[in-house]
């Protein structure tokens, strides 16, 4: 797995990244996140990743960063229906966990879930990740990992 930068090259793939059906009220769509990530395209607080496994892109990541609290959100996450249960989340989320260790003075990292999206608290719980709170405005559990250096 390789978190890579999105160009002109990769973009349409992302573009065409599509949910599974039944999870439309979990995961935003990559459509959305992008252009909505566009307001913040000026903010170096704000990365955004395609998902790469063996060269072909199998899903999205946007990452905030806030340096003053330590800490990186992941922002929204989401593997293409097509690619999911075949490891690729699990990859992703220690993918993250390297890149942010290459980076300095942070020391946790954030997600969330949507209240009743059972496989991702189960991914997030199995990689480290324990509850700190809800969103409630957002329907939300908030999950907490705090990084070893």
Do not use: C
């Not at 989401?78 to 966990?97: C, D, N």
């Not at 980076?103 to 324990?130: C, F, P, Q, R, W």
């Amino acid at each position: 797995m390789k978190l890579a930068k999105i160009t002109e090259q990769n973009i349409y793939d992302v573009m065409a990244l599509k949910l599974k059906s039944d999870q439309n009220l979990f995961v935003r769509d990559p459509l959305f996140s992008l252009a909505e990530s566009y307001y913040y395209r000026n903010d170096d607080t704000v990365l955004l990743f395609a998902l790469e496994e063996q060269g072909k892109v199998v899903g999205f990541l946007s990452l905030i960063t806030e340096i003053e609290k330590q800490t990186v959100y992941i922002w929204r996450i989401m593997i293409g229906g097509q690619y999911q249960s075949k490891g690729y989340g699990r990859k992703a989320l220690r993918v993250i966990e390297e890149y942010i260790h290459t980076l300095e003075g942070y020391e946790k990292i954030v997600s969330d879930y949507a209240v009743g999206n059972l496989a991702m608290k189960h991914l997030l719980e199995t990689e480290g990740y324990v509850e700190t709170g809800k969103q409630d405005d957002w329907n939300e559990v908030v999950m907490t990992k705090k990084l070893v250096r």
